[in-house]
């Protein structure tokens, strides 16, 4: 079963950092992109940072220069190291794969995945 694994997470004062890391578990051929979105409670779900298989990264504007995401596709992980964090990066953070997988017809197909989801809550 293919599936997507968060951890980290947690409560933080203003100013401080956290990490939320993801792994891609299960029959997978390959990674392609790997995101991280997150979602304030009756809001949609926003992009956060992006990374590309060669490495190429893209950022929310209001985390550039705050948040930094990371891969190792050794190991199937991706992160999201968040610094300076402040009260309007309270969320839930998910984290988002687009995968190849075995299809039914023995070839492959691509499929986007997501994870549970891991609550970041910034506060003094």
């Known amino acids: 079963q293919v599936q997507l694994v968060q951890s980290g997470g947690g409560l933080v004062q203003p100013g401080g950092s956290l990490r939320v890391s993801c792994l891609a578990s299960g029959s997978i051929v390959s990674i392609n992109d790997m995101a991280w979105y997150r979602q304030v409670s009756g809001k949609q779900r926003e992009l956060v940072a992006k990374i590309t298989n060669d490495g190429s990264t893209t950022y929310e504007d209001s985390v550039k220069g705050r948040f930094a995401i990371s891969r190792d596709n050794a190991k199937r992980m991706v992160y999201l190291q968040m610094n300076d964090l402040k009260p309007e990066d309270t969320a839930v953070y998910y984290c988002?794969?687009?995968?190849?997988?075995?299809?039914?017809?023995?070839?492959?197909?691509?499929?986007?995945?997501w994870g549970t989801g891991t609550r970041v809550t910034v506060s003094a």
């Open positions: 988002n794969a687009l995968l190849e997988v075995p299809s039914r017809n023995m070839g492959v197909t691509i499929m986007d995945y």
